[in-house]
Each structure stands twice: as structure tokens, then as C-alpha cells.
């Protein structure tokens, strides 16, 4: 049974909370959260979020890093980060105006055209 701190997000970056399905932007969330820790950047600047981005995917290779070292397990740690990197990818889009269902037809775009380029599909004919 979910409780008032629970919190859903689907791709959109929408979210429900708790018992309600009280809807949540991903964005707006994420300026809440840290626009008291960094005003001037927040989630409006794309080197902050840049920055942040590739934090995040240190920490991640971090993970990997002690798994493949140590045979660390990490599995949550890991799926958390790989959200961490998820939610800064979106804010950066974002600014782009490439965010949500935008980005997921780009990147669409963008695997067609690199597999056209290595001959893995053939060139489309016609309208």
C-alpha cells in the first residue's frame, strides 16, 4: 500500500504521490529541491547540469569499478545511479527542447541513421 511519501514517475516525467495520483513535473521537482542549494543555476543552466550529468555517471562507473575489482554486488546502488543519470539527461534535454517523448524520438532517429551508415538497414524509398 503506497503512503503519502511515495513517489511514481513514468517516462514523461510525471509522477504520482502517495494513495493519490497526484501528478508531479520531474522538472518543477527537481527546482524545488535545489534551486535553495544553487540559485543561480538550478535547472536552467546546461553546465551546471552537464556538470551534475557527469557526475553522476562517475559515480556510476565508480560501482562498476568496484564490481569488477572487488566483486562488489551494488545492483540498487547501480539501478539508483543509472536513475540519477535518467533524471539529469531529461533536465538537460530539457533545454533543448527535446525533453520526453522528443527525446525518445531523436535518439530513434539518431540509431536509424547509425545504422543506415553501417549498412544494417537499407535506405528508405519513397514517401
Same mark, same amino acid.
Given at each position: 500500500?503506497?503512503?503519502?511519501?511515495?513517489?511514481?514517475?513514468?517516462?514523461?516525467?510525471?509522477?504520482?504521490?502517495?494513495?493519490?495520483?497526484?501528478?508531479?513535473?520531474?522538472?518543477?521537482?527537481?527546482? $524545488?529541491?535545489?534551486?535553495? @542549494?544553487?540559485?543561480?543555476?538550478?535547472?536552467?543552466?546546461?553546465?551546471? &547540469?552537464? +556538470?551534475?550529468? /557527469?557526475?553522476?555517471?562517475?559515480?556510476?562507473?565508480?560501482?562498476?569499478?568496484?564490481?569488477?575489482?572487488?566483486?562488489?554486488?551494488?545492483?540498487?546502488?547501480?539501478?539508483?545511479?543509472?536513475?540519477?543519470? $535518467?533524471?539529469?539527461?531529461? @533536465?538537460?534535454?530539457?533545454?533543448?527542447?527535446?525533453?520526453?517523448?522528443? &527525446?525518445? +524520438?531523436?535518439? /530513434?532517429?539518431?540509431?536509424?541513421?547509425?545504422?543506415?551508415?553501417?549498412?544494417?538497414?537499407?535506405?528508405?524509398?519513397?514517401?
Amino acid at each position: 500500500m503506497a503512503d503519502q511519501n511515495d513517489v511514481a514517475f513514468n517516462p514523461r516525467g510525471d509522477a504520482t504521490v502517495g494513495a493519490l495520483p497526484t501528478p508531479i513535473n520531474i522538472y518543477e521537482l527537481h527546482e $524545488r529541491m535545489t534551486s535553495h @542549494l544553487f540559485p543561480t543555476w538550478s535547472s536552467t543552466d546546461e553546465r551546471f &547540469l552537464a +556538470l551534475a550529468l /557527469a557526475g553522476e555517471v562517475g559515480e556510476l562507473a565508480n560501482m562498476i569499478k568496484k564490481r569488477w575489482r572487488d566483486s562488489a554486488v551494488l545492483v540498487e546502488e547501480i539501478r539508483d545511479e543509472i536513475a540519477d543519470i $535518467r533524471i539529469y539527461l531529461e @533536465l538537460l534535454a530539457k533545454l533543448f527542447n527535446m525533453e520526453g517523448e522528443k &527525446l525518445d +524520438l531523436r535518439v /530513434a532517429d539518431k540509431l536509424a541513421r547509425v545504422a543506415k551508415k553501417h549498412g544494417l538497414i537499407a535506405p528508405r524509398v519513397g514517401p
